[in-house]
C-alpha cells in the first residue's frame, strides 16, 4: 500500500502562487509515476500534471503550462505542484495520485486539498 497526504492548498488572489505538497509513505518503491489532478465544483476531475518516481520525465495539460511547475523531493518522498499566475478558474480541489505502472491508471489517491483563487 502507498498512503499519499496533501498539503499547501488556501485562499490566494488572481496572480498569486501556492506550492502544493504531497508527501508518499509505504511502498514508495513500488510507485511509477504521481500525478496532481483537479475537481471543481460541479465538474469532472481532470488532469494537471505528472511526474516519474524518478523525477526526469514531467508532463502538463495544456491549462497549466507556462505556469504551473511539477518535481520531486527524493529525499522526502514528496512531489511539489508549484503554481504561479494564478486564475480564479484554477479554484478546485487538488489531488495527488500515485500510478504503479506506464498503463496511465492510477492506483492510490490522496484527500484532496482546496485552493481558492479570488479575483
Known amino acids: 500500500q502507498v498512503q499519499l497526504v496533501e498539503s499547501g492548498g488556501g485562499l490566494v488572489q488572481a496572480g498569486g502562487s501556492l506550492r502544493l505538497s504531497c508527501t508518499a509513505s509505504?511502498?514508495?518503491?513500488?510507485?511509477?509515476?504521481v500525478g496532481w489532478f483537479r475537481q471543481a465544483p460541479g465538474k469532472e476531475r481532470v488532469f494537471v500534471a505528472r511526474?516519474?518516481?524518478?523525477?526526469?520525465?514531467?508532463y502538463y495539460a495544456d491549462r497549466v503550462k507556462g505556469r504551473f511547475t511539477i518535481s520531486r523531493d527524493n529525499a522526502k518522498n514528496t512531489v511539489y505542484l508549484q503554481m504561479n499566475s494564478l486564475k480564479p478558474e484554477d479554484t478546485a480541489v487538488y489531488y495527488c495520485?500515485?500510478?504503479?505502472?506506464?498503463?496511465?491508471?492510477?492506483?492510490?489517491w490522496g484527500q484532496g486539498t482546496q485552493v481558492t483563487v479570488s479575483s
Open positions: 495520485a500515485a500510478a504503479q505502472a506506464s498503463d496511465g491508471l492510477y492506483d492510490y
Open positions: 511526474i516519474s518516481w524518478s523525477g526526469v520525465n514531467t
Open positions: 509505504g511502498r514508495t518503491f513500488s510507485i511509477y509515476s
